[in-house]
Nanobody
Framework: QVQLVESGGGWVQAGGSLSPPCAASGRSFSNYRMGWFRQAPGKEREFVAD??HYAESVKGRFTISRDNAKNTVYLQMNRLKPEDTAVYYC????????????WGQGTQVTVSS
């Protein structure tokens, strides 16, 4: 089992950057497929990125990376827009073929215009 804790959210003006980390505890972190999702007020949770895919709305602006030595996955968010405002969640899947079964508590990102 793995536990996930996001941090590093906050408030930023449009055009700014944030890079929230997601720290994982548990064994075999390097084997897990990691991803980021977000949920805006009144909307469904949506996929943002994993190591090989990005949502169209964030391509060219967001970059996901991981440091297996630190059991941490990052989401570098550049050129933020007000429509990026949401609670951001990291998630873990036990294998590349599994669905995401572990979720963090989320971190709020607010982008003002």
């Amino acid at each position: 089992q793995v536990q996930l804790v996001e941090s590093g959210g906050g408030w930023v003006q449009a055009g700014g950057s944030l890079s929230p980390p997601c720290a994982a505890s548990g064994r075999s972190f390097s084997n897990y497929r990691m991803g980021w999702f977000r949920q805006a007020p009144g909307k469904e949770r949506e996929f943002v990125a994993d190591i090989t895919h990005y949502a169209e709305s964030v391509k060219g602006r967001f970059t996901i990376s991981r440091d297996n030595a630190k059991n941490t996955v990052y989401l570098q968010m550049n050129r933020l827009k007000p429509e990026d405002t949401a609670v951001y969640y990291c998630a873990a899947a036990p294998t590349v073929w599994s669905s995401y079964s572990y979720w963090g508590q989320g971190t709020q990102v607010t982008v003002s215009s």
